[in-house]
């Protein structure tokens, strides 16, 4: 069973920063990409930022120039750094791994909020 935990979600004002952290624990620690994804109230759950295995990364268009996603060594820890944040980054973010142990099988952590407000 593997178990994704985020954590440093919060509250800070516009322009501010914020480093998410997800740690993945358990059994078959072995991912192909990994990923953050968010979702505001009464909107759909969207990609927010993918990095795979190679380090290649991927951004909402939304995002570009203000986030970055890292993966150290390509192991089992990701992380989103989040500058110049904005009203409308706020929603519940939740980090995403691919199984390369199991074809097809995507875990999910429980998600780390984040409030832009001022």
């Known amino acids: 069973q593997v178990q994704l935990v985020e954590s440093g979600g919060g509250l800070v004002e516009p322009g501010g920063s914020l480093r998410l952290s997800c740690a993945a624990s358990?059994?078959?620690?072995?991912?192909?990409?990994m990923g953050w994804y968010r979702q505001a109230p009464g909107k759909q759950r969207e990609l927010v930022a993918t990095i795979s295995r190679g380090s290649s990364t991927n951004y909402a268009d939304s995002v570009k120039g203000r986030f970055t996603i890292s993966r150290p060594y390509a192991k089992n820890t990701v992380y989103l750094q989040m500058n110049s944040l904005k009203p409308e980054d706020t929603a519940l973010y939740y980090c995403n791994a691919d199984s390369a142990v199991v074809r097809g099988i995507q875990y999910w952590g429980q998600g780390t909020q984040v409030t832009v407000s001022s």
């Open positions: 358990g059994s078959h620690l072995s991912f192909n990409a």
